[in-house]
C-alpha cells in the first residue's frame, strides 16, 4: 500500500525521533493539531478499575482442574451426567458453556450489571428481548437507528402485530403522550446510528417511568462501549451490545449482547436465548471475552485518533458538516461530557456533493475501507443511504437527514497523521 503522504525523515511536532527515524515515516499533515487537555478531559470520570475487571472478572485459574491462566475453550456441544437428569454443571452448550459463562460474568461487570447474556449478534440479542412481548405490545424507538434495527422491528416484530413509533428523542416534551400501558420497551441509541445524536438517558428513563414503570429502558450502547458509557447507571434496564463492533474490536466475530440488574428479567431473557437457539459459539466467546482484555487500552485511542480526525474534517472546504460530539460545534456537546466518560471513533460527515463525488472521494481513499460495521482496529467509510441504512425507506430517511452524501466513518488505530492526510489528499482529489 503506497503511503498517502510525502516521505520525510525530519522530526515533526506530535512524532518522536525514534518514529521519525524510520525511513517509511509519513510527513505531518501542517492541518493537525496536538489535542489539549480541555478537549479530552471534562467528561465524566473515567472507571478507574475497567481494565482490572476486564482483566480478572468472570474467571480464576482455580475454576478449572489444570489451573489454566487464560479460561480454555470447552468446544463440547454436551457433557456427561453423574445419572439420568443429573448433571455435574453443564448439561448442553447450547443453555450453557463454559466458555460463555466466562464471557458473560466479564460483561456484567464492566456495566456494573448483575447479569449478563450473549447471543449470536446485536440483532440476536434485539430478537429475544422483543421476543418476550405479546401481540398488541408497542416500542418507542429513537428514530435514527441502525438500519438492520429498524428493518426488524418494522418487517419483522410488525408481523406479529408489535408495533413501534420511531422519535426523535431530542424533544422530551411530546414523549409523555407516547407511553402506553402497552409500551413494553423504548429502544434508545446515545449516540444515534448514523447521526451521532446525543440523547439525555437519565431524563428519558425518568420521563417513561413516571407513566409506565413497567416499561423497558434499553440502551444499544455499541458505539461507546461499557468504558465510555453505563447505560445502567443512568437508569436504563438493559445495555445491549453489537459485540462485533468495539468490544471485539477485531472485525473477526460475529456476536451480541445484553446486560442487565433485574434477576426476573435475567431468567425470562436466558430462557429465549436457550429456547430461540440464538447463542454464540465458544471460540468466539473466547475471542471477545480476549478482546475485552485491551478495551481499555483500544478506546482511548480511538478517542484520539477520532477527535483529532473530526477537527481535521471541519476545517477543510469541502466539508459541509461533521457530526462528532467531542466537538464543540455538536450540538449535544455538554450533555456528551455529562453523561460519558469518553467519545469514541465514530462520526459522521456531509460531503460537498451529490452521490456521484461522494463515491469518487471513497475511491480515492488508501486507508479507509468502504465497508460496512465499524469499531474494529482499522478505519472504515461507508455510505449509510445505500449501505447500513439502505434499508430505511427512502422518504424516512430524507426526513432524517441521511442524504446521499452524509459519510460516516470508523477511525481506526492507525497513526493519525496518516489517517488525516489520506482524507486530505482524497477531498483534494475531488474539489471542482
Request: with cysteine.
Amino acid at each position: 500500500m503506497t503511503p498517502p503522504g510525502p516521505l520525510s525523515n525530519q522530526v515533526k511536532p506530535g512524532i518522536s525521533s525514534v518514529e521519525a527515524s524510520n525511513t517509511n515515516s509519513v510527513a505531518v499533515s501542517p492541518t493537525v493539531t496536538e489535542l489539549s487537555d480541555a478537549e479530552i478531559d471534562g467528561y465524566l470520570p473515567q472507571d478507574r478499575h475497567f481494565a482490572t475487571r476486564a482483566l480478572h472478572s468472570g474467571y480464576t485459574p482455580s475454576d478449572n482442574e489444570y489451573m489454566a491462566v487464560v479460561p480454555p475453550i470447552v468446544l463440547s456441544t454436551t457433557f456427561e451426567q453423574l445419572s439420568p437428569a443429573v448433571p455435574k454443571k453443564y448439561e448442553y452448550s447450547r443453555s450453557e458453556n463454559p466458555m460463555r459463562d466466562v464471557l458473560e460474568k466479564c460483561l456484567a461487570s464492566l456495566d456494573n450489571g448483575k447479569y449478563g447474556l450473549c447471543f449470536a449478534s446485536g440483532l440476536g440479542a434485539l430478537t429475544a428481548i422483543v421476543s418476550l412481548f405479546q401481540s398488541g405490545d408497542h416500542i418507542v424507538c429513537v428514530d435514527d437507528v441502525y438500519g438492520g434495527t429498524s428493518e426488524y422491528l418494522r418487517k419483522i416484530a410488525a408481523k406479529f402485530n408489535v408495533t413501534t413509533t420511531f422519535f426523535d428523542f431530542e424533544d422530551l416534551t411530546k414523549l409523555p403522550n407516547l407511553i402506553k400501558p402497552a409500551t413494553k420497551l423504548v429502544l434508545l441509541e446515545s449516540p444515534s446510528n448514523p447521526l451521532l445524536k446525543v440523547i439525555d438517558i437519565k431524563a428519558i428513563s425518568a420521563a417513561v417511568k413516571a407513566v409506565n414503570k413497567e416499561t423497558l429502558i434499553l440502551v444499544d450502547n455499541t458505539f461507546l462501549t461499557s468504558y465510555f458509557q453505563k447505560p445502567l447507571n443512568l437508569g436504563a434496564d438493559l445495555s445491549m451490545y453489537s459485540l462485533t463492533k468495539y468490544m471485539n474490536g477485531h472485525a473477526d466475530v460475529i456476536m451480541g449482547a445484553v446486560v442487565m440488574n433485574d434477576e426476573t428479567l435475567y431468567e425470562n431473557l436466558k430462557f429465549m436465548q436457550y429456547a430461540t437457539g440464538i447463542v454464540p459459539s465458544p471460540f468466539d466467546c473466547y475471542l471477545v471475552n480476549r478482546s475485552l482484555k485491551t478495551l481499555k487500552l483500544r478506546m482511548q485511542e480511538h478517542m484520539k485518533n477520532g477527535l483529532k480526525v473530526a477537527k481535521f474534517l471541519e476545517s477543510h472546504p469541502m466539508v459541509e458538516k461533521v457530526l462528532y460530539p467531542g466537538l464543540k460545534s455538536h450540538p449535544n456537546y455538554e450533555l456528551a461530557k455529562k453523561q460519558w466518560s469518553g467519545c469514541s471513533g465514530m462520526l459522521a460527515f456531509y460531503l460537498k456533493g451529490d452521490l456521484e463525488v461522494c463515491k469518487r472521494f471513497l475511491k480515492k481513499l488508501k486507508y479507509f475501507m468502504t465497508a460496512g460495521s465499524l469499531g474494529g482496529y482499522e478505519s472504515l467509510v461507508q455510505i449509510p443511504s445505500l449501505m447500513s441504512h439502505a434499508s430505511v425507506p427512502a422518504e424516512v430517511r430524507k426526513e432524517l437527514g441521511i442524504t446521499d452524501n452524509l459519510i460516516r466513518v470508523s477511525v481506526g488505530l492507525e497513526d493519525a497523521e496518516d489517517l488525516v492526510e489520506d482524507f486530505n489528499q482524497a477531498l483534494n482529489s475531488i474539489k471542482e
